[in-house]
């Protein structure tokens, strides 16, 4: 069944980008989570939709009922996905943790070029924290 979100007419700047990747219906093997990561009971998976990944889900209220106040980005597209969750959390005060080596643009080829203006001006000026996954893993065997 296809997603409202991602109809055939190609008005919308976020299903003409995503249209030559996968098929992007629920259920289908390119929106499936990697069968290298285990999902544990107490994991909790959204679909995500849009660029925002609290788009069209209970992200936020999921953030807000469990009084988290810091979340940690990574992911795809750098300029995309990863940037507009950004903007978006950064605008309702959460504290942002950007993981610099674990977000990719698309073509891989762009990443060092978008990192360099992205990560290392612009998200400076935003009050965002970026740090490495190394740094991220230590942090997170000492929490």
Known sequence: MPQPE??????????????????????????QIDSRFTVGEADIV??????????GNALEQILKSRNIDTVIISGLTLSGAVMSTIYH???????????????????????????????????GKMNVQVVTLHEALEVLERS
């Open 89 to 123: 959390l950064a605008g309702l005060d959460y504290e942002i943790y950007v993981i610099s080596d674990n977000v990719i643009e698309l073509p891989v080829t762009d990443t060092d070029q978008f990192s360099d203006v992205l990560l290392g001006s612009l998200l």
């Open 6 to 31: 991602l109809h055939p007419v190609d008005r919308e700047p976020f299903t003409k980008v995503v249209r030559g990747f996968h098929k992007f219906e629920k259920g289908s093997p390119g929106v």
């Open 46 to 55: 959204l679909p995500k939709t849009r660029w925002y990944a609290g788009a």
